[in-house]
Structure formats: C-alpha cells, structure tokens
C-alpha cells in the first residue's frame, strides 16, 4: 500500500512558564476541561462547559488536580518552567480508541524516557471533520511510583543536545508503527519532507496576524503550489507508464544474436536502453519576495488594522466626550463645590473631563504617526514591489500549470497514437486475391478495354 505523506504533521513542543504569567493547573483545567483550584494563588480555573475534549489519559498520576498542584509547588522562582507541553495532530482517517492507543503509547514513551507524568488530552475535530489533535502536558520534573517530584529533565532546555529532534523521531516512530498495525496509508516523518519527496515544495506560512490581502495573496500562492505538485505527480505518472512501454516494445523488437553458416564472428546486437522522458522546462521564472518588501507589507497591513481600531475608539471616545460636555456643571454647583457641596460629583466629573481630553489627544497624536507610516515613500515603493512580484508570481503558477496540462494531454495522445499504431501493425495480412479465378479476371479485364473503361 502506497503512504500518504501527511505535510502538516508538525510535533510542536512548547514550555509552561511563570515568566509568561501561566499556570500548570490553568493549562492542565483549560485542555482537559474541567475545574481545578490553584492551591497556590486559590484561583478557580471553571472550563467544564467548554466544548471539544474527548478524554484525558494520565499516565505516572491518577489524580489530575494533585499532580499540576504538586508541579506548581515542587517550583520556587517567580520565572520557573512549571510543565511542557507537546502538541500533535492526530490522523482523522482513525476511530476515536484508534487515537486513544496511539496516544497512551506515545505518553508511556515519555514516562519510560524522561521520568516525567504525562496527561494527555484529546480534543475533537472541528465542524469539518478535520483537525483532531491531543495535548499533551508533562511535568519538567522526573516524578516517581509514589508521586514525588525528582530533579529537572534539563535534557529537553537546551537544543544543541539534540534531544528535541530524537523525542520527534519516536512520536513519529509510534504513530507509524499505529498505522502500519491498522493498515492505514498514513506516515509522518520529523525532518524536511525534501528529503523523502525531491518535488516537494513547500508552502509559504500564514502567520496569525496577517492581513486581509496578505493572507489571501499567500492562500493563492500556496494554491498555485498545490496544483503545480499535482500536475508533475501527473506528468511523472504518464512518463514512467511510457517508459514501461517503451522499454518492453525495445524488447520485444530487438533481435537475438545468431551465428550464420559461413561466419566466422557472430554480430551482437547493442541493445539500448529507454531513457525517461525529460520534464518540460518552464520559460518563466519566478521572483524571490525581497525580505525588506515583506517587512514593509506586514507593517502597513498592521497599521491599516490599527487604524481601523483607532477609528473605533475615536468614536467612543468622541460620545463620552459630547456626553461629558452635555452634563456640564452649572457655575452655581461649582461655587456649591467650593463649600463642599458636591464636591466628589464635580471631582469627579473633571477627571473624566481631562481623561477623555488626554484619550482624544493621543488617538490624534497616533493618527499622525500611522498616517506617517503610511506615506513613507520608501514603504510604499517596497509595497508595490511587493505586490508587483505576487502578482507576477500568481501569473506564472497558472502559466506553468497549464503548460504542464498541455505537455500531459499531449503525452496521452501520444500514446494512445502509438496504441493504434502497435495495434494496427498486429492486425494479420488478408489476401484479397484468394478465392478468385484468373481467367474471369482476364476477361474482365478485356472487356473493360473494350468498353473504354
């Protein structure tokens, strides 16, 4: 059975930490959606009506609650690395227990290797079916039979150990050896897929705070890649059926060797190999996104967001501001405040006076500067740069993947040319003469000439 790479199988491992203002126990309550109280701050991490979890397997512990509890005590320093965590995506071909075995191999993996506890949670797919993946947390402590947290598994901090990239090799060795138990044409693999496919090309990442053009310029632009891999997986298909049938009509054709009679040497014949046919080349050439244009782009994306959003606070504020002057203090109150009188009320209404003023003030200080950024001459010569290469490059992705459409369908008439052909040369010779009297040709014939025909 022929594997099916899967492209977005990406182990993604990540640290846990109090530097970045997280909670082993909020992580831990939020991925397996229940409710958990931080015995350290007292905090109440409610998600029991959160949506997607299909089960949290836990090896090394049996209570969820007291290991991400001891994990948070076993830690001292205000920056410490509280719990890892390793995120992967699960095939959606497979059952739900088909997951769950996959995942428990993979958490009793870490056990056995690192010492640590594992709970690992498994979330549903989205409403298209698709996407179904396991958190999978674990302690950075080793933590024994009897629950007590050991030393650190320094091993995972530092990437130059190159243990990292080992752990991804197993959980990829795991999830194989799953599939090839359950006959599934799925395969994952930890390093380049350039190493396993030489056409692979990879696609460009959108990242999350990627603007509305950007994003659907580089959605096109990976869609162009998509079609042109499916086009040369076609084209290289045809091209190994026409040099199977190459190579068997060369055998079939070349004759064997023979002595003759009255020779001294026998003649070999030399017989030559089908050679593949070669992969169209493309007469255009793409063009390289300068890294400065990409820079320039992104930025002027994020401030036309942040306009926007500062044209929405500018409203707000503008309201509270026309709603603060409509309520104005009369000059008998304030003369009232002065007496003290309402002085709280007038008090206050001056600190969201001045409040509202300084907001105003600032939303049309940065209003300058973003309208700044955006009239750079510099920025927008890189934007259209930019925009001149995507769209160049679009226009080639088409251009190629007709012409490697054309090049296909013109191999496959070829063929078929060369089927009719190989069938018509097998067709017997029929003698058309048989059966026929010569002598009635003979008069025939001399009768034609009589007739003047």
């Known amino acids: 059975m022929s594997k099916s ?36 701050t007292g905090l109440i991490h409610d998600y029991t009506k959160k949506k997607g979890h299909v089960e949290t397997i836990l090896i090394g512990s049996n209570n969820i609650s007291e290991l991400w509890n001891k994990a948070e005590a076993a830690e001292n320093r205000k920056n410490s690395t509280v719990a890892r965590e390793l995120m992967l995506p699960l095939p959606d071909q497979w059952t739900d227990d088909e997951r769950r075995e996959c995942v428990r191999d993979i958490a009793q993996h870490l056990r056995d290797t690192y010492g640590v506890a594992v709970s690992g949670s498994i979330h549903a797919p989205n409403k298209h079916h698709r996407n179904n993946h396991v958190h999978m947390m674990f302690t950075t402590r080793t933590v024994d039979e009897l629950g007590q947290f050991g030393k650190k598994t320094r091993i995972l901090d530092d990437m130059k150990t190159g243990e990292v990239s080992k752990l991804r090799e197993a959980v990829c060795k795991i999830v194989n050896a799953h599939a090839e138990k359950l006959d599934s044409d799925f395969y994952v693999y930890a390093g380049k897929f350039s190493d396993i496919d030489k056409n692979h090309i990879p696609t460009k990442h959108i990242p999350i705070t990627a603007g509305k053009e950007y994003r659907a310029a580089i959605t096109a632009q990976n869609t162009q890649v998509k079609i042109h891999l499916a086009n040369v997986a076609t084209h290289e298909k045809k091209a190994e059926l026409l040099k199977a049938e190459l190579s068997n009509a060369l055998n079939l054709e070349a004759p064997e060797s023979t002595h003759a009679p009255d020779a001294s040497k026998s003649v070999d014949i030399k017989r030559t190999e089908a050679t593949p046919l070669a992969e169209p080349e493309s007469p255009f050439k793409r063009k390289k996104i300068p890294h400065a244009c990409e820079i320039a782009y992104q930025k002027h994306q994020e401030t036309l967001k942040k306009r926007e959003q500062l044209e929405q606070l500018s409203k707000q504020w503008h309201k509270k501001y026309d709603e603060l002057l409509a309520h104005e203090p009369t000059r008998t109150q304030r003369i009232f405040a002065k007496i003290g009188l309402g002085t709280e009320k007038i008090e206050r209404y001056d600190l969201e006076l001045v409040r509202a003023k300084k907001a105003l003030s600032d939303i049309e200080h ?15 010569a890189l934007i259209e740069q930019y925009n001149a290469i995507v769209s160049h490059n679009a226009k080639l992705w088409e251009a190629e ?9 013109k191999l496959e008439r070829e ?13 017997p010779a029929v003698d058309w003469t048989v059966g026929l009297d ?16």
């Open 415 to 427: 063929r078929e040319l060369k089927e009719e052909q190989e069938r018509e040369q097998a067709m």
């Open 401 to 409: 993947a007709q012409a490697l459409l054309a090049h296909s369908q």
């Open 438 to 453: 010569p002598t009635e040709d003979r008069k025939s014939y001399s009768k034609d000439i009589e007739l003047g025909r």
């Open 366 to 380: 940065n209003k300058t500067v973003y309208q700044k950024i955006q009239g750079d001459k510099n920025s927008l």
């Open 5 to 40: 790479l899967a492209t977005w199988f990406t182990p993604s491992l990540q640290t846990i930490s109090r530097s970045a203002g997280r909670s082993a126990v909020a992580a831990a309550a939020y991925r397996a959606c229940v409710k958990l109280i931080d015995q350290t």
